[in-house]
């Protein structure tokens, strides 16, 4: 297939346009313009580049990649060799990031929905990433930590309890969107889950009576480029391998 129909392709699926995002998404990287070989992962790190190179992968899919806003401009140290690598082997870079975090199946909070067993029943008005959704029974805490776990493999959160009583509607958002809880507390959801913590986190939850569940970064966007790297297997049968670096953030 070539790069350049199998890119097309991905940005009309993600509807890249919709996002005003801190990096570019699509194709960063060029490299040869026969695909038949893809490896997919959450971040396009070093580990992972000579993981596509062993296996001889024509095209690099992934949700974290390269020239973020505000990042150093110039090729030099870590972003010259991971280039570098790319170049010889002429490798394709390809990255979606919001567009990945918000697609309606195949995106993080969608594949995350699906393992928490919570179906989204929309997205917070004042933050459309924000999923919501209700169990059809409530659970206790301790409960919705376990199933938390359960869904990423056994990872577990870190819970931030502010309030006792039990949780029915929650609200999601992989990556680093912990400063959305204010937002999901205003919504009156009862937890509120993201994958990382900052310091402040833990005052707003208390104060705001809502609990938090930080379910880690690399955890909790695994699943949608996982999802999309199966699409691209069934639409267009491409070999497609998932590079799953072990990251404890």
């Known amino acids: 297939m070539r790069r350049n129909q199998l890119v097309e392709s991905l940005n009309a699926l993600l509807e890249i346009d919709r996002y005003r995002d801190y990096a570019p998404n699509g194709l960063q990287v060029e490299g040869r313009d026969e695909i038949n070989t893809i490896v997919t992962a959450v971040t396009a790190s070093q580990n992972v580049i000579d993981a596509a190179i062993e296996r ?16 150093e401009l110039r090729i030099v140290g870590l972003k010259q060799q991971r280039l570098k690598k790319l170049l010889e082997h002429e490798i394709n870079l390809v990255a979606y990031h919001l567009p990945l975090d918000g697609h309606i199946q195949l995106g993080n909070n969608a594949q995350w929905g699906q393992r928490l067993g919570c179906e989204i029943k929309g997205t917070l008005e004042q933050a459309e990433l924000v ?33 006792q009583h039990p949780i029915q509607r929650i609200g999601w958002c992989s990556g680093g969107a912990q400063d ?26 208390m104060e705001l009576g ?40």
């Open 131 to 163: 999923c919501q959704g209700e169990f059809e029974q409530p659970l206790t805490l301790d409960q919705l930590s376990e199933k938390v776990a359960a869904g990423l493999e056994g990872r577990p959160p870190l819970v931030i309890a502010g309030h």
């Open 180 to 205: 959305y809880l204010v937002h999901a507390a205003e919504a009156g959801l009862d937890a509120y889950l993201s994958g990382e913590v900052s310091e402040r986190t833990y005052h707003e939850a």
């Open 56 to 71: 001889k992968a024509d095209l690099l899919l992934v949700h974290h990649g390269y020239f973020w806003k505000g990042e």
């Open 210 to 249: 809502i609990c938090y569940l930080a379910c880690g970064h690399h955890a909790t966007e695994r699943g949608g480029v996982m999802a999309l790297g199966e699409w691209v297997r069934e639409q267009y049968g491409l070999e497609c391998h998932f590079i799953d670096e072990s990251n404890p953030v």
